[in-house]
């Protein structure tokens, strides 16, 4: 016999079959009934209730049983599984097993192997066989609430857990940010020196140029023709200068987006920006790199990421090679007419079937102790007293490994240093 839902709220409506007041709630436990033969479910009601749980309703198909899930958030439900009406008590128990986090116990008249199958789906926390003793339904309730209550613990601490794990994920990289910053800002003293050394020539040449309008005044010269050519080239030194500082305003910039960048035009742009400084420190620097003469350069070595974290590394394995080749002549180890020089080569090559772009930055400076080999990329390591900082390899390893999934490592050689990068090329179609 089969029976409409039975509202145990709404004691007005017809089909309704009343519980008294539940004087005997010890664990108000609020259990979800789902049978839809009215002798069992009315015998299971009064089991429950005599156990001291809340049945909060009873209700005969699938559709209602995932509705009442749904807005009864019961404790725990005892699903029929096979139901007349609709869907079964698996697919329901499957469903609410999907949405709702909320244990569900079968019962069911005959044991059949297949339905057992399916009815695992939705990891039920019980099988009981009907009918049952009120001491089985007691006892299996109770091992369900309980586990149900352990994996809630254990959900949640994983939960916490991983939050946790997130909001130190979250400040290591605001710290790494933050040191990036800080490590160009190590720099700037470096980048001005090099401003100042790139603006003594077209300050020069403009002093040059006023003093000769001046001349060409006093001998009766300046006339509209003359005077143009004069202002031309001014222009010509005061761009030079403003592109200077262009550069410098433009690598200081916090990164915006990553984007495909080219190595080859950025390292040149490194190279002009350092080079006469360099030349200063009496340190020559070569740049060469290696393709095939009828290939454009400029589109044969692009990357994608941040091209100032890129120039960052650049700067400062120049920088390190340039203080290694000071520390070398200081020291007096330079043979005559020997002078510091720092090479930079770039190539590609195949390495595990995937293109890569190879930067070489060989110096002839003081050379890496072999104690101070494995040390170098540590946060912090220095040898430069209080002039160094020791973060400038470290965040070097944070930009090509963490940021360009690349490689960054110094090879041994007989004299001076090698920085060696790896990097993987962008696939832009065509490259
Ligand atoms: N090209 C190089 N030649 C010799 N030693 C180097 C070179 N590059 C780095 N080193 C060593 O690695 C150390 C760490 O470098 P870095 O992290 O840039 O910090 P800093 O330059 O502030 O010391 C340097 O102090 C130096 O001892
Ligand atoms: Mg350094």
């Given amino acids: 016999m089969s029976i409409k839902n039975i509202n145990l709220n709404e004691e007005k409506d017809t089909n309704v079959l009343c519980l008294p007041s539940n004087e005997n709630h010890v664990n108000e436990v609020k259990i979800l009934l789902v049978e839809d033969e009215f002798i069992i479910a009315d015998s ?5 209730k005599y156990r001291g749980y809340t049945v909060t309703n009873i209700v005969t198909n699938g559709k209602d049983a995932i509705e009442h899930a749904k807005t009864e958030n019961p404790d725990i439900i005892l699903m029929d599984i096979i139901l007349q009406n609709g869907i079964n008590g698996i697919e329901a128990a499957i469903k609410i097993h999907d949405l709702y986090n909320i244990p569900i116990i079968y019962t069911t008249s005959y044991y059949n192997e297949q339905l057992f199958e399916r009815a695992k789906i939705a990891s039920p926390y019980g099988y009981l066989i009907k009918p049952c003793s009120d ?4 006892r299996t309730i ?29 400040k290591i990289k605001q710290i790494e940010q933050l040191l990036i910053q800080q490590s160009k800002m190590a720099e700037m003293g470096e980048m001005l020196n090099s401003i100042i050394h790139q603006w003594v020539q077209p300050l020069n040449a403009i002093s040059l140029i006023a003093q000769d309008i001046k001349e060409a005044f ?7 023709v003359y005077l143009n050519k004069s202002l031309l080239l001014l222009n010509q030194q005061v761009n030079f200068m403003v592109n200077t500082i262009d550069v410098f305003r433009d690598y ?15 390292i040149k742009e490194v190279i002009n ?68 020089s720092i090479c930079i080569g770039l190539s590609k090559e195949m390495m595990d079937e995937s293109e890569m772009v190879v930067i070489k930055i060989k110096d002839n400076g003081c050379g890496i102790k072999d104690e101070l080999r494995d040390k170098i990329f540590d946060p912090f390591v220095t040898t430069k007293g209080e002039t160094g900082t020791g973060i400038g390899l470290y965040m070097s390893k944070v930009i090509i490994e963490g940021h360009l999934d690349g490689k960054i490592y110094a ?17 832009l179609g065509g490259n």
């Fill in 411 to 427: 090879a041994e050689i007989k004299e001076g240093t090698m920085f060696i990068i790896e990097l993987r090329l962008s696939n």
């Fill in 142 to 170: 109770e091992i369900a609430l309980n586990k149900h209550k352990l994996e809630k613990k254990l959900q949640d601490l994983n939960k916490e857990l991983s939050d946790r794990v997130n909001q130190d994920l979250i």
């Fill in 44 to 48: 299971m009601r009064m089991a429950l």
């Fill in 218 to 224: 006093n001998f009766n010269e300046l006339n509209e």
């Fill in 135 to 138: 001491k089985d339904l007691e």
């Fill in 252 to 266: 200081f910039k916090p990164n915006k987006e990553k984007k495909p960048f080219d190595i080859c035009s950025t």
């Fill in 273 to 340: 920006l350092i080079s006469k400084q360099l030349t200063a420190s009496q340190i020559e620097i070569l740049f060469q790199c290696e393709v095939k003469e009828e290939d454009a350069k400029e589109q044969l070595f692009i990357i994608t990421g941040f091209p100032n974290e890129f120039k960052q590394v650049i700067l400062n394995l120049i920088n390190n090679a340039k203080d290694a080749i000071l520390k070398k002549r200081r020291s007096g180890f330079f043979k005559d007419e020997e002078i510091g």
